[in-house]
């Protein structure tokens, strides 16, 4: 009987530790996913303002996606609510709106900082993020594949 049950044991506990496994190698595996070319940074620089934009977290479906955001400028105001003038678009046609910006405020000719988005299921193979900022006749456009 005692061999039977430790049988068992192995066995739950090895069933165990598989599913442990795999939470942990869930979001190893969308790392994984991600290209260098989907973390790449992307530049755009119209009437003496640049904005560079760098994939920080993205590639897990049902989580968080942040975006690295540069400005800089040395002729105009950099006072853009970015949580307002953003959208990221998915390849499936969905329209996310920004959900947080952490970084500097609405001031200066440098501003820095984060810009986050909760991307629901199911994962996108390409995404655009769109920055209409004020006073600009064209959105800045910036793409990725996934």
């Known amino acids: 009987m005692s061999l039977v049950r430790n049988f068992h044991q192995v066995r739950i506990g090895g069933r165990i530790l598989a599913v442990a496994l795999g939470l942990v190698a869930t979001p190893l595996a969308a790392l994984a996913q991600t290209s260098a070319e989907a973390t790449a940074t992307r530049s755009s620089s119209d009437r003496g303002v640049t904005v560079k934009v760098t994939p920080k977290l993205v590639g897990s479906p049902g989580s968080r996606w942040e975006f690295g955001i540069v400005l800089e400028t040395h002729s105009t105001d950099l006072s853009d609510d970015l949580t307002q003038i953003a959208t990221l678009t998915t390849n499936d046609g969905r329209i996310l709106r920004p959900t947080a910006w952490v970084g500097a405020g609405p001031t200066g000719h440098h501003r820095e900082g984060v810009l986050a988005f909760e991307v629901p299921p199911p994962r996108p193979s390409a995404v655009e993020l769109k920055i ?8 800045r456009i910036f793409r990725w594949q996934l």
Not at 132 to 139: I, K, M, Q, T, V
Request: glycine letters at 12%.
């Open 132 to 139: 209409a900022r004020p006073g600009e006749s064209e959105p």
